[in-house]
């Protein structure tokens, strides 16, 4: 019988470390004001569930309406929206169970709720949360019954309880059965927790073990990754972006997992393509493995990105980036005529479902439908079919996703090798650190929260041959 590990259950408050004021160790922050958070929260949340935005644009976009907040504040505004949004589902078909009527209260009240379920599922007490939200009797003794309304649904059959307990659509939650099977219920609470803080060392500049001591005199403690030799894993809940060592260009912040797609490019300090950009993440990895030697190529569609990656290049000391925005339709490889046939590497990190990123964007499965997969699935053929034919006699074409579903991984790799004849399979395995040989069994990158405490990737190398 599968482990049945949703849905969650109220659970002891977790023990955090000691609050700070303005980053430094030793002083206690103020407490945060209830009535201001929780305004924050209902804001962000409802520009994320109701209106529709891309929940780290809403969150944004209240914080910065909101300067009187103090840090501990802001933490906890995203948060608490962040773990309502992992358990949306969960929470309103509980709600449903242990407040009559309340698909029929007014917006703001069933928001008001939701936050207070999340908040009981996330350690706090039903009368403590029922004092600080301002909520009635009758909705305090909802929260209350929470934990009964948990145990009944985890009871029900698997097919009924896995889509409410792992909050997700009932399409996205039938191919993560598919996916994961016995594993499906793990998989999902995994990818319904609070990701790790992760960065990336940006060796220009420093080395890991120099960044952990300058980390440290910030205040900081960090870990090395089990798997990337460039990452750390950051202790706390901070805002990295705030350290001195984030403004001199020390790292960036980077899951592990996509650190590891990084690595598979292995990139020669000579001409090198990253042809989907965005705002330059991999691209900043791979100019540092160059060492700033040779050509890197960021190509992108929308220029606002490139720009972001200019402003990230100059604080990490890169040189050897080369921006270039692109159409977005087949007319870019007419753009792209000096590179056919001359690039060693060419990176297509494309634009996919996100389906392996669920715990830094928990919104993104509410937009999931079986449409808008093939929509995915045809561009990401498209894309690689498009930029193949950069990839010199000999050189190689990098594809990777952030989505654990095959439509996007392996059936796009396999239908991109059967129409294109002169390429072939590169087990990942031999680009990766041994002790990451685990995420590479059958010649693919595979990387799943559950197993590996990275987002959800997938990595494929194809090599071209020569001649």
Known sequence: MPPRRQPPRPQKAPTHPKPTKGGGPGLRERPPREDLVTQACLEAFGAAHREGRLADRALESTLRKRAQLFANERRAVAERTYALLRRLRTVDFLLGQVRPGFSALNASRQDLLRFGASRVFQGESAATVQRH???DSQDGEALAHLPEAAAALEALPREERYPLAASLPDELAALFLREFGTEA???AEAMNERAPLC???NTLKTTREALRARLADEGVGAEPTPRSPLGLLLDGRLNAFALPSFRDGLFEVQD???QLLGLLVDPPPTRVVDACAGAG???LQLAAEMKNRGELFALDVEEGRLEELKRRARRAGVHNVRTRAIPADASALEALQDLVGRADRVLVDAPCTGSGTLRRKPDARYRFTAA???EH???QQALLARFAPLVKPGGQLVYGTCSVLREENEAVVEGFLAAHPDFSLKP??????????DAAPAGYLRLFPHRHGTDGFFGAILLRKKG
Not at 428 to 437: D, G, K, Q, Y
């Open 133 to 135: 939200l301002g909520l």
């Open 185 to 187: 219920e793990v998989a």
């Open 199 to 201: 960065v990336r060392v």
């Open 256 to 258: 592990e997992g996509s």
């Open 281 to 283: 993440g991999k691209a």
């Open 372 to 374: 808008l997969l093939a």
């Open 377 to 379: 699935v045809a561009r």
């Open 428 to 437: 990942a395995a031999e680009r990766l650190p041994a002790n990451a040989a």
